[in-house]
């Protein structure tokens, strides 16, 4: 059974023979870390289950370090001496690994095998080891997947222990922001004391609902570290009421350091958070299908009629006029709890009218996008889609004449060619945007380029 679970930070200088002396400055979060081993000493647990930000990770799946052990040491932080050698429980694994694979889930050993312990995954260790000796170790990394897989890896991993019968715990290793002071390491962002803040409330009421409502570009400002490990283990506890406790912060280096207890109870059906999430993404989305335009309408549906019959719509009556008659280049965008799900379209026309443009467009983003796997049926009901139609080019002569908000950018250099749509998240400047097309065209700087800007008319 998972006897409690922890949220701490890994700062390295926190140990003495790293810090010399700096970790004084955390005294606060040294008693706490404390207070954690000694209460993981006092449960005797039969394996410690840590979620790691610096494991290794992908952006589409969960890595779960394979083998029998690994070793790990504070060498890169010249403070080789305090190393560790953990035992791995390797029947535990297989049973996580296993049951995500009937779940079609995507966590599991396979990918690099990195036989060296992280500091995310060492420092709550050099806590509890002086403490206690026993049980052997689960290592996860996180991932680039939503919020929502990372609770449901959770719930996966609860699963496990208790098919297994082990008495466990889990450490969601992760510092909080990582721009709190203007003198820290990273500097200032006023969206740092403010996930702080937001965190440890969440934290501290065992309101683990509210992880979803953290946005990602506010998390991404803010530069959390921990964010995903907490939501892991949130999902460890879905359906149980929890007792937090909240034993420390501080941000006195420019990074946050919080550390909170829970510990499971009875079962609580109204706390049932993954459920309660997706159906309010399902009911929201529902309603912006039956509001939207015609143009993302036909996306919908024709991405939908191929990955449940693999069928292509024919163009449908009753469209507005320059869908049958104009021609032009489309984007079809999917997204999924707010990452990009698919997203594939032409320069120009290659098909009869806009209609037959977006249909085949929508097919490809949704089944023929090379960084993402085909959607499958049971995505449906959670993706969003938008539908860009391009204006005609437009040849200029420098970057001076774009404007990320307004043009897209097309870079070419001989055959090679790279386009990026406007007023994307995430992508702020002009520089950005011609450099991340000339990575998709697979353009150098060595390269001698012609630029062309477009407009687009955005469906959402």
Not at 36 to 43: C, E, H, K, S, T
Not at 324 to 337: E, R, Y
Not at 349 to 376: K, L, V, Y
Request: aromatic share 8%; hydrophobic share 35%; charged share 25%.
């Amino acid at each position: 059974m998972l006897n409690a679970a922890f949220m701490v930070p890994h700062p390295p200088m926190i140990v003495p023979e790293v810090g010399r002396g700096g970790e004084k400055q955390i005294e606060e979060t040294t008693r706490a870390y404390t207070r954690v081993a000694d209460m993981i000493a006092g449960l005797e647990p039969e394996t410690i289950i840590i979620t790691s930000p610096h494991a290794t990770m992908y952006s589409d799946y969960f890595h779960i370090s394979p083998g029998n052990g690994a070793r790990g040491s504070f060498s890169r932080f010249s403070a080789g001496e305090v190393s560790f050698f953990e035992e791995y429980d390797t029947e535990l694994v297989e049973e996580i690994s296993e049951l995500s694979y009937e779940k079609g889930f995507p966590a599991g050993t396979l990918g690099d095998v990195d036989r060296n312990l992280d500091h995310g995954t060492m420092v709550p260790l050099w806590f509890v080891r002086r403490k206690y000796k026993g049980g052997r170790i689960v290592r996860i990394g996180l991932s680039g997947l939503p919020l929502a897989d990372h609770y449901r890896l959770g719930m996966i991993i609860k699963e496990a222990i208790d098919k297994v019968g082990r008495s466990a715990v889990i450490i969601a290793s992760g510092d909080l922001s990582h721009k709190l002071q203007t003198y820290g390491p990273y500097g200032y962002a006023p969206e740092g004391p403010v996930y702080d803040n937001r965190i440890m409330d969440v934290c501290e009421r065992a309101a683990f609902g509210e992880l979803f409502d953290f946005d990602e570009a506010f998390c991404e400002k803010a530069a959390e570290c921990g964010h995903r490990s907490f939501v892991i283990m949130a999902g460890a506890f879905d359906g149980l009421k929890v007792s937090a406790t909240r034993l420390s912060h501080q941000d006195v280096t420019g990074v946050g350091y919080g550390i909170c207890t829970f510990v499971p109870g009875s079962p609580d059906e109204k706390r049932h958070f993954l459920d309660e999430y997706l159906r309010g993404i399902e009911d929201r989305i529902k309603k912006s299908r039956q509001n939207a335009d015609p143009y993302v309408r036909l996306a919908y549906e024709s991405l939908e009629s191929y990955i449940l019959s693999k069928k292509v719509i024919p163009v449908p009556e009753g469209l507005p006029e320059e869908m049958l008659t104009d021609k032009a280049g489309a984007f079809v965008s999917i997204h999924k709890q707010g990452k990009l799900r698919g997203c594939i379209g032409t320069i120009g026309p290659t098909q009869d009218n806009i209609a037959s443009e977006i249909i085949h467009n929508a097919i490809s983003a949704s089944t023929r996008d090379p960084r993402f796997d085909p959607i499958r049926p049971d995505e449906i009901a959670l993706l969003e889609v938008n539908v860009d139609v391009l204006m005609e080019p437009e040849d200029i002569a420098s970057m001076d004449e774009l404007d990320v908000k307004r043009y897209g950018v097309i870079v070419s250099s001989g055959r090679k060619r790279g386009l990026l749509l406007p007023d994307l998240d995430g992508v702020d400047t002009v520089e950005e945007q011609v450099s991340i097309a000339m990575q998709k065209g697979g353009i150098t700087e060595d390269d001698d380029i012609h630029l062309q800007r477009f407009e687009v008319i955005r469906h959402t």
